[in-house]
């Protein structure tokens, strides 16, 4: 996880696959080869299914990039294996604008989704988390999952449920998820400075 001055939005570029899972001590190096693996640059910040990882190395249509034992202990990356499909999205530029909400690539929980539904051309996906982080959502509101920003609603105290339109579901990972895995979270952070203010009132 990078410093907190880079910004993303939540609207994926593309997706990649992982080619390759290094341990190393406590680590994690992961090789990825995306369409946009080419383009990128060594310490450049990419999320990656929400986490903001450092580019180590490129060559030719994959890059390098490893998550500390932090990061493995609460994001879903402890799990990644060859061949899984990532979210990939390159850190927001100051002139551009933001089509999603402002997202860090901070994960701070992981959840798991308890029900897919189709809808006859949507997907409704429905996900439970430790309820401690309850108050961080509020109906209509926007979260962060595997790095898509999306929109909150049928909020219960530990469990929400997330549309997503066809769109989304052709170009991220979405496609792959079903009932029992695992994906990372990143609660708005507009919400969680107003929770933190609120506690010390």
Not at 108 to 135: H, L, M, P, R
Request: proline share 1%.
């Amino acid at each position: 996880m990078n410093d907190i001055w880079t910004m993303f939005t939540g609207i994926i570029e593309s997706t990649g696959h992982v080619q390759c899972v290094i341990s190393e001590g406590t680590n994690k190096t992961f090789w990825m080869r995306s369409p946009i693996s080419n383009q990128l640059s060594i310490d450049q910040s990419v999320s990656h299914n929400g986490v903001c990882l450092t580019v180590e190395e490129i060559k030719d249509d994959m890059h390098r990039v490893t998550a500390i034992e932090e990061t493995l202990n609460k994001t879903n990356l402890g799990g990644w294996e060859t061949g899984n499909s990532i979210n990939l999205e390159r850190c927001m530029q100051m002139n551009g604008r933001l089509d999603g909400h402002i997202v860090q690539g901070h994960v701070d929980t992981t959840a798991v989704c308890t029900i897919v539904v189709e809808k006859n051309g949507s997907w409704e996906y429905s996900f439970q988390f430790d309820k401690k982080f309850a108050a961080l959502i509020i109906e209509k509101g926007s979260i962060t999952i595997n790095g898509i920003s999306l929109t909150l609603f049928n909020i219960k105290e530990d469990v929400f449920t997330v549309a997503i339109i066809p769109y989304t579901y052709l170009h991220t990972n979405m496609q792959y998820l079903k009932t029992g895995d695992e994906v990372n979270i990143e609660f708005d952070m507009i919400g969680k400075y107003v929770s933190r203010f609120m506690q010390f009132k």
